[in-house]
């Protein structure tokens, strides 16, 4: 079956300092992924996506995230973490003939000064 | 562009009432999937709809219905409202095609008393 596993439910880091959140996924085929980002009480914004290619993908506000089939995983990062990057971070793989975008649980990210 | 907008941002409900959310696609969308979101929670398929007709469908159960109209937008209807129907209820929409890429709108906040 389809899944997406985020294991860090909550990650804390120093304004400035470099962030990686996990993503792993089980998908038969290719997967299409994605990272989107939602601010409290707000609906979701799409940061980057994964369909096919250059493995390496760069997405909007600096994020960018690698695809590794090898490892099934897709960790997004950004060198330098801005104090308005606090949110919580959702993983999703495209189920393909289901029409459906699969979701991990999110990781909540606070940035300290 | 106005994306994807949706209506009410909030509402109350108390148990064993019905309630119907709205959305409306982005402009050039012609593909309308709801999703629920619960508390600490990754979004959760509920259904799509293309052509004015539903495509796909999450474990939800029949209490869970919805239409979308000839200009693509989409309503959800929930019969008989239960305290765990309380969630963010998001809509997204995308162009039909394989690549799953959809784009959220705000969510309505439904609380059920």
């Known amino acids: 079956a389809q899944s997406v596993t985020q294991p860090d439910i909550h990650i804390t880091v120093s304004e400035g300092a470099s962030l990686e959140l996990r993503c792993n996924y089980s998908y038969g085929a290719t997967p299409y992924l994605f990272w989107y980002v939602q601010s409290p009480g707000q609906g979701l914004q799409l940061l980057l996506k994964?369909?096919?290619?250059?493995?390496l993908v760069q997405g909007i506000k600096g994020f960018e995230a690698e695809f590794k089939r090898s490892q099934s995983s897709f960790n997004l990062r950004k060198p330098s973490v801005h104090w308005s990057d606090a949110a919580e971070y959702f993983c999703a793989v495209y189920g393909g003939a289901t029409n459906k975008l699969i979701f991990g649980t999110g990781t909540l990210l606070a940035v300290q000064p | 562009d106005a994306g994807v907008t949706q209506s009410p941002t909030h509402l109350i409900k108390t148990r064993g009432q019905q309630v119907t959310l709205r959305c409306s696609p982005k402009s050039g969308h012609d593909t309308v999937s709801w999703y629920q979101q619960a508390l600490g929670q990754g979004p959760q398929f509920i259904f799509q709809y293309y052509e004015e007709e539903e495509r796909q469908r999450g474990n939800f159960p029949d209490r869970f219905s919805g239409h979308q109209f000839p200009n693509y937008s989409s309503e959800l209807n929930v019969n008989a409202l239960l305290l765990g129907d309380s969630a963010l209820y998001l809509c997204?929409?995308?162009?039909?095609?394989?690549?799953?890429?959809?784009?959220f709108g705000p969510g309505t906040r439904l609380t059920v008393t």
């Open positions: 997204a929409s995308s162009q039909t095609g394989p690549s799953g890429e959809q784009y």
């Open positions: 994964y369909f096919s290619g250059d493995t």
